[in-house]
């Protein structure tokens, strides 16, 4: 919209313009109940979700750093059920 009301023609955005942040901004990929947790991107847990949240599956390095995450987190819960069979056997 031009500044005499009329419409320019090579605007393209017919989108109502809205008040949310874009999607670049930290902290947008957290889950709803994440957020009504009261998890943001400033805590640890809240700032892993929202890394883990902007993860691409269509690129193989955003693949690897998931499934880096996954040997990460899982190896000491491996360990740990390992460790409770050796003791109980």
Sequence with gaps: MRADGRADEFD????????TPPDWFPG?????????????HH??????LDFAG???GA???HRITAW???VVFGLPVL????????VFL
């Design 59 to 61: 690129k193989p390095l």
């Design 12 to 19: 393209e955005d017919y989108a109502p313009d809205d008040d």
């Design 68 to 70: 880096v995450l996954l």
């Design 28 to 40: 947008e990929h957290l889950p709803e109940y994440a957020k009504q947790m009261g998890l943001t």
């Design 54 to 56: 902007n993860l691409d």
């Design 43 to 48: 805590v640890a847990e809240g700032a892993l």
């Design 79 to 86: 360990f740990a059920l390992m460790r409770l069979v050796y």
